[in-house]
Every structure is written in C-alpha cells, then in structure tokens.
C-alpha cells in the first residue's frame, strides 16, 4: 500500500522520485523506478494497492532491487 510520495531530484524535480510503500506485515520500503513520466506526474493517490517486483530480499527480508509494475483495482485492506 502507497503510505507516501517522496520529491524527485534532478530530472524529475517537481514529480515523484520513490513512493513509500508499506506491505500488510507492516515493513516500509521505498520504490524509486519503474515509473513513466506520467506516472511521476500523476503518481499512484496514498492508500493505493501497488504491484512490484524485486530480485531477493536483504537479510532484513526487505525487497532488493524494487521496480513498480501497477496500481491494483482493489481496495486497501481495513486494519
């Protein structure tokens, strides 16, 4: 789930630069590519359900790798 929209640098001042994300167990990461510019533009609204996809985990069990696949057609999960 989108928890945040971190700022963009360089290239991409003025749009996203990574999303803050937050998986059901409770551990945050960000995700930074995978995105058109349109999607920086218009990124994913807090509270949306996202896809990704990653290669491994590091010891901590954090994603490695993270790129953003999609925004889901499904709502959030109610804590």
Do not use: C, N
């Not at 990574?18 to 510019?37: H, K, N, S």
């Amino acid at each position: 789930m989108v928890v945040g929209h971190l700022p963009g640098r360089g290239k991409y001042t003025h749009m996203l630069g990574a999303l803050l994300v937050e998986t059901p167990d409770g551990r945050r990461f960000r995700i930074g590519t995978g995105f058109t510019d349109r999607q920086r533009r218009h990124p994913p609204g807090i509270g949306s359900i996202i896809s990704y996809r990653y290669r491994g985990e590091t010891r901590k069990g954090f994603p490695r790798f993270v790129s953003f696949l999609r925004v889901r057609d499904e709502e959030p999960a109610r804590q």
